[in-house]
């Protein structure tokens, strides 16, 4: 089956000049009749749905992300609303729930809404699903996850050295057995932060302990079960560093079930959970991602996109965490 890289290629244009002439932009006579005689020749499947001559915007914009109930959805998404509303774009938010069928699905369905164009949140981490609706001409760009094997545009923050930060921190106050709640391998970001532990550790002549390295599945449940197995090793770590917000609380609850206290019975360093860590006592040291910052930066990407513009495509754009640190990391001797 013919793909939109095959058009350029038969017309001696750019994907994204195809692109631009499949969304309905007016382009140079010369180069819209090569394409026409390319899409001709190949056969190349321009009905509609698959995405068509759309000269008929719809002005709006697909958004998916795995679930609605966290913190940074709800974030991302006002972010990116700001920019959005400006240029006159609706938003039609959509829940993978976590699941990579779902989010194939769910995909589609956008697709055939005819939305102008993607900004997505994965759960995988391979693109063929993704590089399909590339391929017929909408434009995506990726938030908060990348996807090794597609060239697409994303937007993300700089997780390696937020990760290698904050577990600095913890060693220069004497830790020297720090565990790591770490997420699922196959996400992005659940890869570079523990690369970044991983980096630090390796910097601060700190040998590894694979003991001390759990997943948590960036949920709730999964948080509370891996600090409860690190705590419960013979010898357990004095501080742990968890990546994500929704471990974080989970951790929080398993601590406070075993009647313990942070920042005196283990240390703690969270990701993500500002609002949470401040009722917390002592309030968590965080590593702080840029959230609606993300969703502004992404909104404006496709945006660009939408009018035309793909040069440096693919571009990626990488945002500096912040950090807060309180005394919920102990001091050791």
């Given at each position: ?95 993978s729930r976590n699941n990579p069928n779902v989010e194939s ?195 404006e990407m496709l945006v660009r996109r939408l009018e035309g ?24 001797t």
């Amino acid at each position: 089956m013919p793909t939109i890289k095959d058009v350029a290629k038969l017309s001696q244009t750019s994907v994204g000049t195809v692109s631009r002439y499949l969304n309905g932009y007016h382009l140079k006579a010369a180069n819209q009749a090569r394409i026409e005689k390319a899409i001709k020749e190949l056969n190349f499947n321009i009905n509609p749905i698959a995405r068509g001559l759309k000269t008929n915007k719809t002005k709006t914009v697909g958004v998916l992300v795995p679930e609605l109930s966290n913190t940074f959805s709800a974030h991302v998404i006002e972010g990116m609303e700001q920019v959005f509303d400006e240029h006159g774009y609706s938003l039609l938010v959509c829940n993978s729930r976590n699941n990579p069928n779902v989010e194939s699905e769910k995909l589609r369905l956008l697709r055939d809404k005819l939305v102008d164009g993607i900004i997505l949140m994965s759960v995988q981490d391979l693109g063929g699903h993704i590089r399909e609706i590339q391929e017929n001409g909408l434009p995506i760009v990726l938030i908060d996850r990348l996807i090794t094997d597609l060239s697409c545009d994303g937007v993300v923050s700089d997780n390696v050295n937020g990760a290698y930060r904050a577990v600095e921190v913890i060693i220069n106050r004497g830790h020297k057995r720090i565990g790591i709640i770490a997420g699922p391998q196959e996400i992005y970001t659940a890869k570079e932060r523990l690369e970044g532990y991983l980096r630090a550790l390796k910097d601060y002549n700190i040998p590894v302990d694979e003991s001390l390295i759990c997943e948590g599945h960036y949920t709730q449940a999964g948080g509370a079960q891996a600090l409860d197995f690190l705590w419960e090793r013979p010898e357990p770590p004095t501080a742990v560093f968890v990546c994500n917000n929704d471990m974080v609380v989970g951790a929080v609850k398993c601590i406070s079930s075993k009647e313990l206290t942070i920042g005196k019975d283990i240390s703690l360093f969270g990701y993500d959970q500002l609002e949470f860590s401040q009722i917390v006592k002592p309030p968590l040291s965080l590593v702080i991602q840029p959230i609606e910052e993300i969703g502004r930066r992404a909104a404006e990407m496709l945006v660009r996109r939408l009018e035309g513009d793909f040069s440096g495509f693919p571009v990626v754009q990488r945002l500096k965490t912040e950090m807060v640190v309180t005394d919920s990391v102990q001091t050791v001797t």
